[in-house]
């Protein structure tokens, strides 16, 4: 059964997660529970108080910490958007974002540090996945309620393709140490999103779409 915390028993626990995501941006995988302690000043029974299964349950948690902080960096520029110009807005904070990270994701090295819980680890990816493609998915319809995108996009599968660009571009910047790959590829469905709405379409089809809203 979940334990019952208080206010400040939860703000330490929230203190060791953060002071262990914090450590592995330093030291990757290699960080030790006396690492957490120092750096948080808290003791090993504090830190086995809040995680019973120790270094495997925290760094669970170091993970989900991580996805949600990636989420939250998405929402400023997902939220209400409804016109053109917040797109390349938030193409250019994610592949800034993703540039930051680019010799140390603490999100990988957190993953690659819990060898045999892929499960558990697929299941935080997969809640934090469903919950970018529904931003992703309302921004798109927003934007589409203004013509700025098309009423031939299916928003959904839009954010699919986004999604599996990030993804695909995390990945070869891993291979190839830039984030060139990311960047043209949401570029290009992004042209694409552009294209199929009045701010992309030739100037006689945006007329003739002014005059059908009057």
């Known amino acids: 059964m979940e334990r019952t915390l208080t206010k400040k028993g939860q703000a330490t626990r929230q203190r060791i997660i953060e002071g262990a995501a914090h450590q592995i941006r330093l030291s990757g995988a290699e960080f030790t529970l006396d690492d957490v302690c ?3 000043h808290t003791s090993k029974s504090q830190l086995f108080h809040y995680f019973p299964e120790g270094r495997k349950q925290l760094l669970l ?3 989900r910490y991580e996805t ?3 989420l939250a960096a998405h929402v ?3 939220t209400n958007l409804s016109t053109w110009p917040g797109w390349p807005a938030w193409r250019d904070a ?3 974002r993703y540039q930051n990270h680019l010799h140390n994701d603490p999100m990988c090295a957190a993953i690659a540090a819990l060898p045999g819980d892929g499960l558990a680890v697929q299941a935080i990816l997969h809640g934090a996945s469903g919950q970018l493609h529904q931003l992703i998915t309302a921004a798109i319809e ?3 309620s203004t013509g700025d995108i098309g009423p031939q996009i299916n928003p959904a599968h839009a954010a699919t393709a986004l999604i599996t660009a990030i993804q695909g571009g995390a990945a070869e910047m891993m ?3 830039s984030t060139d ?3 043209t590829t949401i570029d290009f469905i992004l042209d694409a999103l552009r294209l199929s709405g009045t701010i992309g379409a030739p100037a006689a089809t945006r007329q003739k779409s002014a005059r059908s809203t009057v």
Do not use: I
Request: proline share 4%; aromatic share 4%; glycine share 4%.
């Open 94 to 96: 994610l592949v800034e």
């Open 38 to 40: 120092a750096a948080t």
């Open 61 to 63: 948690e170091v993970v």
């Open 142 to 144: 927003g934007t589409q």
């Open 181 to 183: 790959h990311l960047a």
């Open 76 to 78: 400023p520029y997902l």
């Open 175 to 177: 291979c190839t140490d």
């Open 68 to 70: 949600d902080q990636e």
